[in-house]
């Protein structure tokens, strides 16, 4: 009963396996033949913060194997949280409702304390801070299908790394391939924590810190931007200081690699001109798409179908 908790979790072979299922899944779905492998399993899909994509994916996702789905969107508010009940307890409950449980809470670590007591696969939504594994997989997943390779990249992630759980996933998926080297673009005021990059160091990863977009972008394969989360800041003044400072703009565009492309988990609010959706190499549409296809197959692989 394998829980998808993390990006630290998986091994090479665990992802090749996984991308391999997602390919299978596009393909059947595009052909109209899906096989219910799920069929007479119910998905518990409890978010305790909001999401369009993420949540409304997984659903899909086991709507289109044949499960059912029960579903709590604003789990704060409609469900005995509102009432003090622990991750713990909720957790206890719902395994006997259903047969894996998907979970987004705003509460960095939390999934851990929650797998402990879990009976039945407990799948990672994004847990505050700390860690979005399937929107890793899926951008993973975006990677291979546009640009055919894993390795030998040069990734820049641009925009707020501090509080970025999709820069911490994708990161740690893209350590597991050969040769590839990272550009953390961004202000100080949002820079990647110092025990990331401590960790990367003593791992001899190839990176580079810089506040220089415009100097770094013609090196890179892969630009990957990150909102400035308004949600995970206590005092708004300080959001307001530091919500302009890193935007992606159609210039841009005339200095990026023509094989290049552009990347983000979305939603994207004011950190890339709306012209730049136009340009061909604006994945980020795409992106969102293929989350539905590594859904598929993540709750496939849960569940051991």
């Known amino acids: 009963m394998p829980h998808i908790l993390s990006a ?36 518990a899909c409890i978010f305790f913060e ?29 469900s005995s949280a509102s009432k003090g009940e622990t991750i713990e307890d909720t957790v206890k409950i719902l395994c006997n409702y259903a047969d894996a449980l998907i979970i987004r809470h705003p509460e960095s670590g939390i999934m851990e304390r929650a797998a402990k007591v879990a009976a039945k696969p407990l799948l990672n939504a994004g847990d505050g801070t700390n860690q979005h594994p399937s929107q890793g997989l899926l951008d993973l997943y975006t990677i291979k299908k546009e640009l055919k390779r894993l390795d030998n990249l040069k990734i820049g992630f ?7 759980r999709t820069v911490r996933a994708l990161l740690d998926f893209m350590r597991l391939y050969e040769n590839n080297k990272f550009y953390f673009i961004s202000h100080k005021e949002l ?38 989360q308004k949600e995970r800041f206590s005092d ?19 200095i ?34 293929n989350g539905l296809y590594v859904r598929m197959a993540l709750l496939c692989y849960a569940l051991g179908v």
């Open 8 to 43: 630290k979790q998986f091994s090479k072979g665990d992802l090749e396996r996984i991308l391999s299922l997602a390919r299978e899944m596009e393909d059947d779905l595009k052909k109209g033949r899906v096989k219910k492998v799920l069929q007479d399993k119910i998905i």
């Open 158 to 164: 641009g925009g707020d790394l501090l509080k970025s």
């Open 236 to 254: 708004p003044q300080e959001y307001e200081k530091v919500k302009d400072l890193f935007i992606f703009k159609k210039d841009h565009l005339k």
């Open 191 to 228: 820079a990647l924590p110092r025990k990331i990059i401590q960790e990367l160091a003593e791992s001899g990863v190839q990176f580079i810190e810089t506040e220089n977009l415009e100097g770094t972008l013609p090196e890179l394969d892969i630009i990957y931007l990150t909102r400035v």
């Open 50 to 78: 909001a999401s369009t994509r993420t949540r409304l994916s997984f659903e899909t996702a086991a709507l289109r194997l044949g499960a059912q789905v029960i579903s709590a969107e604003n789990a704060f508010e409609n």
């Open 256 to 289: 990026l690699k023509p094989e290049a492309i552009i990347m983000h988990a979305l939603p994207k609010i004011n950190e890339i001109e709306k012209e730049v959706d136009q340009d061909s190499r604006a994945a980020y549409f795409r992106e969102a798409e």
